[in-house]
């Protein structure tokens, strides 16, 4: 369950983050308030996965879905680069959760 919670976490993270860039660009309170909204969940979350993954385990974890899929989301959402060395790299991110996940006891 608390790899779960955690993988919610992350994407929680992305949202705040797609939430900030439209702040940045529209100004709007619904922005804002998905920022506050996304953010806090986020963290929340991950508190709750740290009490049965490792410490260092779920930040990289966490970290690295926000990074992914932030990064996904700008190629989707904003039409960002596609170019092939960034979704290697996008993929180097998730073998290296997954590896983790692998190498990791507990919950």
């Given amino acids: 369950m608390a790899w779960i919670i ?34 806090s969940l986020s963290l929340g979350l991950l508190t709750l996965a740290i009490r049965s993954i490792p410490m260092g385990t779920a930040y990289a974890i966490w970290t690295g879905i926000g990074a992914a899929g932030g990064t996904i989301a700008g190629m989707f959402l904003y039409h960002e680069s596609r170019d092939l060395k960034r979704i290697l790299f996008i993929i180097l991110i998730i073998v290296g959760a997954v590896g983790l996940k692998a190498t990791t006891g507990g919950a």
Wanted: aromatic share 8%; no cysteine.
């Fill in 6 to 39: 955690l993988v919610l976490a992350g994407l929680m993270e992305v949202s705040g983050v797609i939430m900030i860039n439209e702040w940045h660009k529209k100004r709007k309170w619904w922005a804002a308030l998905g920022m506050v909204v996304g953010g």
